[in-house]
């Protein structure tokens, strides 16, 4: 089920299943995309990018080892030949996922005058205390491989507003937020089929297509579940990673899913 990143026609935001564009004060409610509207936009990417998602599929097979047609294992069973595969692919992309994770340095920030040394010094502990939180060392590695496998690769920033147990009695609540960070899955993602630019700036909206039961969508947006219902699909051909999504076409006649 797709969901928008962002829309930069009316606003940029992370949004959820129903797509919401940014408010443009803390007074104004959210508008969410119609559930129409993020499915025209997923079908949109499926239909216009079938080349570059089959490459994608490719390139994920290839690194896993599956470098095999099945007429091919075919007729190595046939003439009794063991199916054998080196996969210097996987080897070699590890290689440079690796180097890459060697040559990280530290984030530092510099002070564009002698003025700002204090702000660029505190900026440096910022920067760096949110990528300790949210363990970059862990996840930068999983994103350069996904850049090496997929083509493109990247991270979803989130702004979640943080408790306020470390306030005393009588002290005036102040809204805060933490940052945090998760890689997106680059075989879920979609986006404007009409943009070029390798950095997406060009790109009208952007989203992560993901398959999930009805009744979990149904909790998220409880005000919106006679639309999810009636928007319940059963096919491979919302998907842009069959191989991965087959356990949900797969699955028993009485799960329900979009």
């Not at 090496?148 to 979803?156: C, K, L, N, W, Y």
Request: glycine share 6%.
């Amino acid at each position: 089920m797709p969901s928008t990143f962002s829309d930069y026609s009316t606003g940029a935001s992370q949004q959820s299943t129903g797509g919401a564009a940014a408010p443009a004060s803390k007074t104004e409610k959210k508008e969410y995309w119609p559930l129409a509207k993020c499915r025209k936009a997923y079908t949109n990417y499926l239909d216009n990018k079938q080349e570059e998602i089959g490459e994608q599929k490719n390139s994920r097979r290839y690194y896993h080892g599956v470098h095999w047609t099945a007429e091919q294992i075919k007729q190595l069973n046939k003439r009794k030949q063991p199916v054998v595969t080196f996969n210097r692919i996987a080897r070699k992309l590890n290689g440079v996922v690796g180097l890459i994770d060697r040559l990280k340095q530290d984030p530092k920030a510099y002070p564009r005058t002698p003025k700002h040394e204090e702000g660029a010094e505190l900026a440096t502990a910022v920067i760096r205390y949110v990528l300790d939180s949210n363990n970059w060392n862990a996840k930068s590695p999983e994103v350069a491989l996904d850049a090496a496998v997929e083509g493109f690769a990247g991270i979803s920033i989130e702004l979640e507003e943080a408790d306020d147990k470390g306030l005393t009695q009588g002290q005036d609540k102040q809204t805060d937020y933490e940052v945090s960070f998760e890689p997106v899955e680059a075989d879920s993602f979609f986006y404007d089929p009409r943009s070029y630019r390798g950095d997406f700036s060009d790109a009208r909206y952007m989203g992560d297509g993901k398959w999930m039961d009805l009744e979990q969508a149904q909790e998220l947006f409880p005000d919106k579940a006679s639309d999810l219902e009636g928007a319940m699909e059963h096919s491979s051909e919302m998907s842009s990673n069959p191989d991965r999504d087959n356990k949900w076409f797969d699955a028993p006649s009485e799960t329900r899913h979009l």
